[in-house]
């Protein structure tokens, strides 16, 4: 069964305050089009949270702690670019394909290697595999 747009942006909304609430809006929004991206692409899910869930993905889901959410402001910041990113990606306006991110504080994935380094945004690299 498809998400509902409600759908999509409450886990984009989640996602990106656990991976990337103290980012400026370009990298959130970055990071949020980087799940839209996986879910345009035949090797994974077709769901936002299908995509969010997938193991080892996400370093927060292996927690699997939705709540609490302590910081409400940061919350609203992300659902706010949560919206920007759905809304530039369904327009065509989508980020050059990045489908892999992590956070240039800690080392470099292995995987890092293999992909094509796009840019950083913010504390976060961007891939294409």
């Known amino acids: ?3 509902s747009l409600t ?3 409450f886990w984009l909304t ?3 305050y656990h991976e990337a609430r103290g ?3 370009q990298g959130q929004i970055r990071v949020c089009k980087v799940v839209l991206n996986r879910v345009a692409d035949k090797r994974w899910p077709d769901t936002v949270k299908g ?3 997938q193991p080892y993905q996400f370093s927060w889901t292996l927690d699997k702690k939705l709540w609490p959410i302590k910081n409400y402001h940061a919350l609203l910041k992300c659902a706010e670019s949560a919206t920007k990113a759905y809304l530039q990606w369904i327009v065509g306006n989508k980020y050059s394909g990045a489908n892999h991110y992590y956070a240039a504080s800690i080392p470099a994935p292995s995987w890092s290697k293999r992909m094509e ?3 950083q945004v913010g504390d976060h690299r961007f891939y294409v595999a």
């Open 1 to 3: 069964m498809k998400e």
């Open 7 to 9: 759908e999509k942006i």
């Open 51 to 53: 995509v969010i869930y």
């Open 23 to 25: 980012e400026p809006e």
């Open 14 to 16: 989640i996602n990106c």
């Open 117 to 119: 380094f796009l840019e």
